[in-house]
Nanobody, 124 residues
Framework: QVQLVESGGGLVQAGGSLRLSCAASGRTFSTSAMGWFRRAPGKQREFVARIYWSGGMAGYADPVKGRFTISRDNAKNTVYLQMNSLKPEDTAVYYC?????????????????WGQGTQVTVSS
């Protein structure tokens, strides 16, 4: 098991920025990739971004490409999500997730461990 704790959410105006952090502990050596997902009110959980621990290759959902950047600090077992040019439609609870082993895809069901979530609210 990998324990995940997110932080950094909050209220921001449209066009603003936030940086989310996700600290991992436990069996982090088994983790192949980390992902960020979000769930907006009345909608299903959706993929936002993911990054491989080894090599750092990242992937993004189309709505956030060019605005969000996922990164990781292996020494701190922490993953970040830098969110710029935020829009009201980015409002959601953001979740960090860990994938143990391979293969890795964008499906939330593919990820094994989840954080408790952090609220991001973007006002217009």
């Amino acid at each position: 098991q990998v324990q995940l704790v997110e932080s950094g959410g909050g209220l921001v105006q449209a066009g603003g920025s936030l940086r989310l952090s996700c600290a991992a502990s436990g069996r982090t050596f088994s983790t192949s990739a980390m992902g960020w997902f979000r769930r907006a009110p009345g909608k299903q959980r959706e993929f936002v971004a993911r990054i491989y621990w080894s090599g750092g290759m990242a992937g993004y959902a189309d709505p956030v490409k060019g605005r969000f950047t996922i990164s990781r600090d292996n020494a701190k077992n922490t993953v970040y999500l830098q969110m710029n040019s935020l829009k009201p439609e980015d409002t959601a609870v953001y979740y960090c997730a860990a994938k143990l082993g391979y293969p890795v895809n964008y499906n939330p069901e593919n990820f094994n461990n989840w954080g408790q979530g952090t609220q991001v609210t973007v006002s217009s």
